[in-house]
Antibody, heavy 121, light 111 residues
Framework: QLQLQESGPGLVKPSETLSLNCTVSGGFISDRYSYWGWIRQPPGKGLEWIGTVYYSGSTSYYSPSLKSRITLSVDTSKNQFSLRLISVTAADTAVYYC????????????WGQGTMVSVSS | QSVLTQPPSVSGAPGQRVTISCTGSSSNIGAGYNVHWYQHLPGTAPKLLIYGNNNRPSGVPDRFSGSKSGTSASLAITGLRAEDEADYYCQSYGGSLSGYVFGPGTKVTVL
């Protein structure tokens, strides 16, 4: 059974950079039928897609509203992918989820438990 | 503000049938993109309920079903149970201008 686990700081200061990792176990991040994505949920709000990346790094899709601030990367040696969000504000406070997105249907079928990130000084 | 619209809440008594609508446009659902549905309980990971409009992943009870027509999709829950109380989200693709989009979510309450 595929499992994903987010890790990273729970508190980031305004204007700084939010960095999260997602470690995949029970499968390979280099699986050619899998994309890897990030989704977030601000307190009291709904789910928001952030971006999706292929293991080779050759293909990535970013939310248009966040595109200028996001970088997604993959480290196949660690079976891990990462999110980097620069110039954060309080509006970036959210639970951040990583998930697998199957290429055949575009659905997110396996999710991490989520990690809460607060942006505050 | 999401490009997909869902009712904020629906409710039903145990054993009843409820439906949740997800309304989009010709730029997303109406363009032929798949619709997927997720169940989300607070403090847990969202769970994929329906993929590709009307397919259930292994382990999802057949009480859950999905359909799609035109620019809209629906999730139906039959034989409502207390454990079905959760938030439900639809998801589709909005093309390069929107990317992958989620609906605002619908809270299901079992009376």
């Amino acid at each position: 059974q595929l499992q994903l686990q987010e890790s990273g700081p729970g508190l980031v200061k305004p204007s700084e950079t939010l960095s999260l990792n997602c470690t995949v176990s029970g499968g390979f991040i280099s699986d050619r039928y899998s994309y890897w994505g990030w989704i977030r949920q601000p307190p009291g709000k709904g789910l928001e897609w952030i971006g999706t990346v292929y293991y080779s790094g050759s293909t990535s899709y970013y939310s248009p509203s966040l595109k200028s601030r996001i970088t997604l990367s993959v480290d196949t040696s660690k079976n891990q992918f990462s999110l980097r969000l620069i110039s954060v504000t309080a509006a970036d406070t959210a639970v951040y989820y990583c998930a697998r997105q199957v290429t055949t249907a575009d659905a997110f079928d396996f999710w991490g438990q989520g990690t809460m990130v607060s942006v505050s000084s | 503000q999401s490009v997909l619209t869902q009712p904020p809440s629906v409710s039903g008594a145990p054993g009843q049938r409820v439906t949740i609508s997800c309304t989009g446009s010709s730029s997303n659902i109406g363009a032929g993109y798949n619709v997927h549905w997720y169940q989300h309980l607070p403090g847990t990971a969202p769970k994929l309920l329906i993929y590709g409009n009307n397919n259930r992943p292994s382990g999802v009870p057949d009480r859950f079903s999905g359909s799609k027509s035109g620019t809209s999709a629906s999730l139906a829950i039959t034989g409502l149970r207390a454990e079905d109380e959760a938030d439900y989200y639809c998801q589709s693709y909005g093309g390069s201008l929107s990317g992958y989009v989620f609906g605002p979510g619908t809270k299901v309450t079992v009376l």
